[in-house]
């Protein structure tokens, strides 16, 4: 399958991106324009007749073709010409030029005109040195004859494949993404892009990096690194035996005293954005999705090592944030879509929704009774909500910029928020109001853990420092850079 343009993360949740995806996109049109320059001259399709009578199908027929010749060009962030291929709805709207597909007139169609290379440009694009190949004269003549029998729409609902290849993470990009610490505070686990990093809670000490052996780069060399992408959840089991890290379509499972991957899960349609356990340990909940496509919401019961509940469409954007009930048998999702919902466990049930944030909702998190909900959000606020009830209680101005996480202290009422604003504030769920506030800098934080007695609070971000605080004062216990600018240090 030809391969979309992919772009690492959510501008949504990581500012320093925008620059990126600024360059990609100057740089993409660079391209375009190059490629316009290449493109050659060439003969028409081959016309020929299907002798057939029964309906062409879209989902088994038509897409696959789109899905391997146009989508490259035509679907996700890339929609050439404004034309948006993926869906069929899509497809018939057309583009720039108005629409391709004229049903029951396939001779009228753009569509046709354009892959059948009767009319510039052709489509496929066909540059120098491309080993894009057009479409076959069958290929072609389908196309004609399912226009000819009024292009009929999908029968059934099309799952587009997620098939993309993902390159190394340049080693500067390092920003403290997760961060977890062990309920017996013995242990802080932190990720760095594409590593995760494993350190005495108390000394500070580094112990080691958790590395999956199976990657390796084109020399087959090991790259020492846990996931190809950025890892942005990380998770404690309730034993503290095991931690939980979310790549893009994976989930692995490592033992924390060893280092080694004890079990890894896969087919996961985008990045995993979300982690956390129930209190028993019995299941480890995923959220994730493709932005602007889908909030996809997993339930892995870890004993029996399955996926007991997939639900691709639990919101309409990426989650951000999942969270298990005190007693466990409720699960709160949080995304893009502004909504935050919950769930039965482990049916899936969909429960109650809660809507008022103006903006993405990044994390959520129970008060220890379960009878609170709070939810942090891109609006730079808390939200405070009645569960029983199904209301808000009250919004709490908390940030100057994006609350990008939140955590409880175990049990209790009160909870940490960090924001783009380089600050940590705690909280009493109970009156929304300020307890203290801890300085971690001047950059994006993306990250906080804080240990069940509120003893340690852990923040991190684009500055690629962890920073712990005394939970009870405030203060700064230690910082924690990279361990090896610490070990190359003089």
């Known amino acids: 399958m030809r391969q979309t343009m992919c772009l690492p993360l959510s501008v949504r949740r990581w500012p320093w991106k925008g620059l990126t995806i600024l360059l990609g996109l100057v740089l993409l049109l660079g391209t375009n324009a190059r490629a316009a320059a290449q493109e050659v001259q060439v003969e028409p399709i081959k016309v020929i007749s299907l002798n057939r009578k029964d309906p062409v199908s879209f989902e088994k027929e038509i897409y696959p073709i789109l899905e391997d010749k146009c989508l490259s060009c035509h679907a996700g962030p890339v929609k050439s010409g404004g034309y948006d291929m993926s869906t069929y709805e899509g497809l018939m709207k057309g583009g720039k030029r108005g629409p391709a597909v004229h049903p029951g007139r396939p001779n ?97 000490q580094f112990i080691r990096a958790l590395v999956n052996p199976d990657l390796k780069d084109d020399k087959g060399q090991p790259m020492n690194i846990a996931h190809l992408d950025l890892v942005q959840a990380l998770a404690y089991s309730p034993d503290g035996r095991f931690v939980a890290s979310g790549g893009y379509q994976e989930v692995i499972l490592w033992d924390v005293q060893t280092g080694q991957m004890r079990q890894r899960f896969v087919g996961f349609r985008d990045r995993v954005t979300a982690l956390d356990f129930s209190r028993d340990g019995k299941y480890l909940a995923t959220g994730g999705g493709a932005p602007t496509e889908e909030g996809e919401l997993r339930l892995i019961e870890l004993a029996a090592g399955k996926i007991v509940l997939d639900k691709r469409d639990a919101h309409s954007d990426t989650i951000f944030g999942v969270r298990f009930s005190p007693d466990g048998k409720l699960l709160a999702t949080c995304g893009a879509d502004k909504f935050v919902k919950v769930w039965e466990v482990p049916s899936g049930k969909f429960l109650k929704s809660f809507e008022g944030h103006t903006h993405h909702v990044m994390d959520v998190g129970w008060k220890g009774d379960g009878k609170l909900l709070a939810s942090c959000g891109a609006d730079n606020v ?73 003893a340690l609070v852990a923040v991190g971000g684009q500055d690629s420092v962890i920073r712990i605080f005394n939970g009870q004062n405030a203060q700064l216990i230690k910082e924690l850079r990279p361990p090896d600018l610490v070990a190359s240090s003089p």
């Open 108 to 204: 009228d169609s753009l569509l046709v005109h354009l892959a059948g290379r009767t009319k510039q440009p052709a489509m496929p694009p066909v540059k120098k040195g491309s080993k894009d190949a057009p479409l076959t004269p069958e290929q072609l003549a389908l196309i004609k004859l399912w226009i000819e029998q009024g292009a009929r729409g999908p029968s059934v609902a099309i799952e587009r494949k997620r098939e993309f290849k993902l390159g190394r993470i340049p080693a500067a990009i390092r920003p403290i993404g997760a961060l977890a610490i062990s309920p017996d505070k013995s242990t802080l686990v932190a990720s760095r892009g594409s590593e995760i990093h494993v350190y005495d809670a108390g000394s500070g």
């Open 382 to 454: 808390v939200k405070i909500w009645d569960y029983e009830k199904g209301e808000q209680v009250r919004t709490v101005n908390a940030h100057g910029k994006q609350a990008t996480r939140m955590a409880f202290l175990g049990n209790g009422t009160l909870f940490v928020t960090i924001s783009g604003e380089g600050l940590a504030k705690m909280w009493n769920i109970d009156n929304g109001g300020q307890v203290r506030s801890f300085p971690a800098g001047n950059d994006f934080l993306y990250a906080v853990a804080v240990s069940p007695d509120g």
